[in-house]
């Protein structure tokens, strides 16, 4: 069946520098890839999304890349602060019309 | 303020006995769903609906239902509750699903004895 896989799972970081969140899907029919933070207590709230006939977006600290060929997109966060440490979530538009989620990636942003 | 409400935000209850967390968005979203969040699992689709009237099941739809009368609201029941069912339950809606961004409500932490 249509699946993401998110890496790593825990990543920790130093304030200020970069972090990598790296995500690949399976269906090639999907064209529509957001990415979600959820901190404690919350729900997942979306922080920036891109589409298959858009090989990159920013937004700010925030950008996101897509490379349909390899079925792989990774969120990109410079410059990090404590308030960016949450559980970040890939998603991926899937053939059936509903999103396929990662696993998460929990951010620590250590000051 | 735009939100996706659930109610109730924790409920424990017991094996059988029937069960419904309520789910209301008033940004006029054609398109809700349910998902149940799981440590290690992420967030699995449990059911969704495009209108009114219209429901379809998502990746672990077994031991739910759901029923969508009225646009705003989609509540998820579970007739006969099972221990396999304590979860992290969250409610979500979009303007017109796949391709607009998704709200989701702030969940509904399930467990059942």
């Known amino acids: 069946g249509e699946n993401v896989e998110q890496h790593p799972s825990t990543l920790s970081v130093q304030e200020g520098d970069s972090a990598v969140i790296k995500c690949t899907y399976s269906?090639?029919?999907?064209?529509?890839f957001p990415w979600y933070k959820q901190e404690l207590g919350k729900g997942p709230q979306l922080i920036i999304d891109?589409?298959?006939?858009?090989g990159e977006k920013k937004d700010q600290r925030i950008a996101v890349t897509l490379n349909k060929t390899a079925k792989h997109f990774s969120l990109h966060i410079t410059e990090t602060q404590p308030e960016d440490s949450a559980v970040y979530f890939c998603?991926?538009?899937?053939?059936?019309?509903?999103?396929?989620f990662g696993k998460g990636t929990k951010l620590s942003v250590k000051p | 303020e735009a939100q996706v409400t659930q109610n109730p935000r924790y409920l424990i209850t017991v094996t059988g006995k029937k069960l419904t967390v309520t789910c209301s968005q008033n940004m006029n979203h054609e398109y809700m769903s349910w998902y149940r969040q799981d440590p290690g699992l992420g967030l699995r689709q449990i059911y969704y609906?495009?209108?009114?009237?219209?429901?379809d099941k998502g990746d672990v739809p077994e031991g739910y239902k759901v029923s969508r009368k009225e646009k705003r609201n989609f509540p998820l029941i579970l007739e006969s509750p099972s221990p396999n069912q304590t979860s992290l339950y969250f409610c979500?809606?979009?303007?017109?699903?796949?391709?607009?961004?998704?709200?989701f409500g702030n969940g509904t932490r399930l467990t059942v004895t």
């Open positions: 998603a991926a538009g899937g053939s059936q019309g509903n999103l396929i």
């Open positions: 979500a809606s979009s303007f017109m699903g796949l391709g607009s961004p998704l709200h």
């Open positions: 269906d090639s029919a999907s064209n529509y």
């Open positions: 609906s495009m209108n009114v009237e219209v429901t």
């Open positions: 891109i589409r298959s006939n858009v």
